[in-house]
């Protein structure tokens, strides 16, 4: 999966889906250390305040959190729910 720049949606939105279907699907595994930021702005192709953006996004998702001068991690326990697209995720009304 890679990152489109034409898209309407923002890099670091892209970029925060991409993790979380990586964390989800097993790729990156609970307690375990994801890829540093400089490491994703070099893969990826975009700015380290962009990631640093996606990373924030993650931790407010709830599926990463960050030790202060060592990195990002999977949280322990995945929340439940469906993965955020960013589309409006409200259910109908019963």
């Known amino acids: 999966m890679s990152l489109d720049p034409k898209s309407g949606r923002p890099l670091y939105m892209q970029l925060a889906d991409l993790i979380e279907s990586k964390i989800r699907s097993g790729e990156y595994v609970p307690d375990r250390m994801i890829p540093a930021s400089l490491r994703l702005a070099e893969e990826y192709g975009i700015a380290h305040m962009t990631v ?3 990373m924030r996004e993650l931790r407010e998702r709830g599926l990463i959190y960050t030790v202060s001068g060592k990195g990002s991690y999977v949280v322990p ?4 729910g469906l993965a955020s697209t960013g589309e409006d995720d409200a259910s109908p009304a019963l």
Not at 77 to 80: A, F, G, I, Q
């Open 52 to 54: 640093r953006r996606a």
């Open 77 to 80: 326990e995945l929340p439940t």
